[in-house]
């Protein structure tokens, strides 16, 4: 069964302190891996998306790595801030006109 | 960059009545639309695939007459709840990719609508 398996389920850091989230995925053949920031009541911002070729991919402060021999993924925040407070999803897509297999996502809070 | 429009952004309506939310992607064309629905701290569940032109794919367990998908252009989905009731309220998202894009270029979402139903 095609899974993605998100950790730790929610985390509390510093302000400016770096962070990285872990994605576990069963889905096959894989396409490709996205990572999406998800504002409390609104909708996923797409983040990164990674082929089966890619190992890594920077946007900004957000650098995600892919590890398709193992099937992990993980997603560093690099000197976090108070805006960065979302849910990052976690999503894989399969090879064909598949549905988009979902992360239950990582509850991120930045404090002062 | 791509603009999905979800409208409207919250609705509350009472027990029976019925719902329409609607999709538009604003700077592009999309042929296919997804509506989700998300639970608080789930993840985001596929209901259906939106084909603009023909009928709407379902996912097992969405009922199709409850769940009205309508996407009669290349730019508009709409996402009716029929006779809405309380277990019918959670966030329903809609999403599009460009027409033409492979399965590898970003979706883009709308900003959800927050059902309520009394």
């Known amino acids: 069964k095609n899974q993605v398996e998100q950790s730790p389920q929610s985390l509390i850091i510093l302000e400016g302190k770096n962070c990285t989230l872990q994605c576990n995925y069963t889905v096959s053949p894989f396409s490709n891996l996205r990572w999406y920031k998800q504002d409390t009541g609104r909708g996923p911002v797409s983040l990164t998306i990674?082929?089966?070729?890619?190992n890594t991919k920077s946007n900004g402060r957000y650098t995600a790595t892919l590890d398709a021999d193992t099937k992990q993924s993980s997603l560093h925040i690099t000197a976090s801030q108070l805006s960065d407070s979302a849910s990052y999803i976690c999503v894989v897509s399969a090879k064909g006109n598949t549905p988009l297999v979902f992360g239950k996502g990582t509850r991120l809070s930045v404090i002062a | 960059g791509a603009v999905v429009s979800q409208h409207p952004s919250r609705v509350i309506c009472k027990s029976g009545t019925s719902v329409k939310i609607e999709c538009r992607s604003l700077d592009f064309q999309a042929t296919t639309m997804f509506w989700y629905r998300q639970f608080p701290k789930q993840s985001l569940m596929l209901m259906a695939t939106?084909?603009?032109?023909?009928?709407?794919?379902?996912e097992q367990g969405v009922e199709k007459d409850k769940f009205l998908i309508n996407h009669a252009s290349l730019t508009l989905s709409t996402l009716t709840v029929t006779s809405a009731h309380p277990e019918d309220s959670s966030f329903y998202i809609c999403?599009?990719?460009?027409?033409?894009?492979?399965?590898?270029?970003?979706?883009?979402f709308g900003n959800g609508t927050r059902l309520t139903v009394t």
């Open positions: 990674m082929t089966f070729s890619e």
């Open positions: 939106s084909n603009e032109g023909s009928k709407a794919t379902y």
């Open positions: 999403s599009a990719r460009e027409s033409g894009h492979s399965y590898n270029s970003p979706l883009h």
